[in-house]
């Protein structure tokens, strides 16, 4: 819970109540814009889009457009766009780590094949645009444009630093804030644009969301070594397992003897990851303190977010995202 400018405390689920309306709007314009008489778009679209999740990105779009005072009916499709064109970066990644599973069900690739996955993801970011120069303006599609290209370069950092044990700090970062975080501080941003607010805070706005996707995925990483969660449907080490290093596991390798350093790298080059390395890794993150590391850096990056939003004047929207920055690294406990 976050202490509010009112002073009463907002739970995550009153800040979701705020936009739930919208958001139902949101669903009903997912299931119209699947529609398509190739019958695998719809059912691949619906299965993943059906599959769980919060909706984090929608909802800071609709929380941000009614923070702006925003009162017309475009914010409804934009936020379709936003958790299209997730969701087809969902089904690329799946296919590149040959996931198995996804919010703790078979993944799409599973079920339709690597092909299926990969094709259904274009349609989705064709629609995502498409969707876009409907209801969007041009500032808008500059943002989004701009946005999934520097998510395609993360993608491709990512691909090119995520098994590498000379990786830095600095290349996760690059990663994190490209591959993850540019689309929430798009959709941060969009609610701005809608709202014609000045650039200022239109600026602070994309910043929150940068801030706040950064935290969110350095979560997920720690998360990642912490447990079972049946959330984000994947078992504990499955980034080890698929080789990636992240910020735990980077803070804990730059931190190690040479020999731990070996143990660690083994690990992650290993075909098939046994338990007793799994744990092996876990333990040195521990004891090198790689994951109290990496949510101390969430959670500076969440107060650096909540900092953002002293431009605007306090109501229950902007109450609302201080609530979802929160969020972000209360559901590490």
């Given at each position: 819970m976050t202490d509010t400018d009112n002073g009463f405390f907002m739970r995550i689920q009153e800040a979701y109540d705020i936009i739930k309306e919208d958001l139902r709007a949101v669903e009903l314009e997912f299931k119209k814009n699947l529609d398509s008489d190739v019958f695998l778009i719809k059912k691949v679209g619906e299965y993943i889009l059906n599959n769980g999740g919060k909706r984090l990105r929608p909802s800071l779009l609709l929380l941000s457009a009614k923070l702006c005072g925003y009162?017309?009916?475009?914010?409804?499709?934009?936020?379709?766009?936003?958790?299209?064109?997730?969701?087809?970066?969902?089904?690329?990644?799946?296919?590149?780590?040959?996931?198995?599973?996804?919010?703790?069900?078979?993944?799409?690739?599973?079920?339709?094949?690597?092909?299926?996955?990969?094709?259904?993801?274009?349609?989705?970011?064709?629609?995502?645009?498409?969707?876009?120069?409907?209801?969007?303006?041009?500032?808008?599609?500059?943002?989004?444009?701009?946005?999934?290209?520097?998510?395609?370069?993360?993608?491709?950092?990512?691909?090119?630093?995520?098994?590498?044990?000379?990786?830095?700090?600095?290349?996760?970062?690059?990663?994190?804030?490209?591959?993850?975080?540019?689309?929430?501080?798009?959709?941060?941003?969009?609610?701005?644009?809608?709202?014609?607010?000045?650039?200022?805070?239109?600026?602070?706005?994309?910043?929150?969301?940068?801030?706040?996707?950064?935290?969110?995925?350095?979560?997920?990483?720690?998360?990642?070594?912490?447990?079972?969660?049946?959330?984000?449907?994947?078992?504990?080490?499955?980034?080890?397992?698929?080789?990636?290093?992240?910020?735990?596991?980077?803070?804990?390798?730059?931190?190690?003897?040479?020999?731990?350093r070996e143990e660690i790298l083994a690990a992650v080059e290993a075909h098939e990851l046994k338990d007793s390395q799994l744990l092996s890794v876990v333990n040195l993150i521990s004891k090198y303190k790689g994951m109290e590391y990496t949510l101390s850096r969430a959670r500076q990056h969440v107060e650096d977010a909540k900092a953002c939003l002293n431009v605007f004047e306090p109501n229950i929207e902007r109450t609302a995202l201080l609530a979802l920055a929160d969020y972000v690294v209360e559901r590490t406990y």
């Open positions: 009162q017309g009916g475009r914010h409804i499709p934009l936020a379709a766009v936003v958790e299209f064109i997730h969701t087809a970066t969902l089904l690329h990644d799946d296919v590149i780590d040959n996931a198995s599973l996804r919010r703790g069900k078979a993944a799409a690739n599973t079920l339709w094949g690597n092909g299926a996955s990969i094709l259904i993801g274009d349609f989705l970011f064709s629609k995502s645009f498409s969707l876009t120069v409907d209801h969007g303006d041009l500032r808008i599609l500059k943002v989004l444009s701009g946005t999934t290209t520097r998510m395609a370069e993360g993608e491709v950092l990512q691909l090119l630093k995520g098994c590498d044990g000379e990786a830095t700090e600095r290349d996760c970062m690059a990663v994190i804030t490209n591959k993850t975080a540019s689309l929430i501080s798009a959709a941060c941003q969009i609610g701005g644009i809608l709202g014609k607010v000045p650039m200022e805070k239109e600026n602070a706005l994309a910043r929150y969301g940068m801030d706040l996707g950064i935290a969110f995925q350095l979560v997920d990483d720690c998360l990642d070594y912490t447990l079972n969660n049946e959330e984000l449907g994947k078992a504990m080490g499955n980034d080890l397992r698929e080789g990636k290093i992240t910020l735990p596991l980077i803070h804990t390798i730059k931190n190690t003897t040479s020999t731990e």
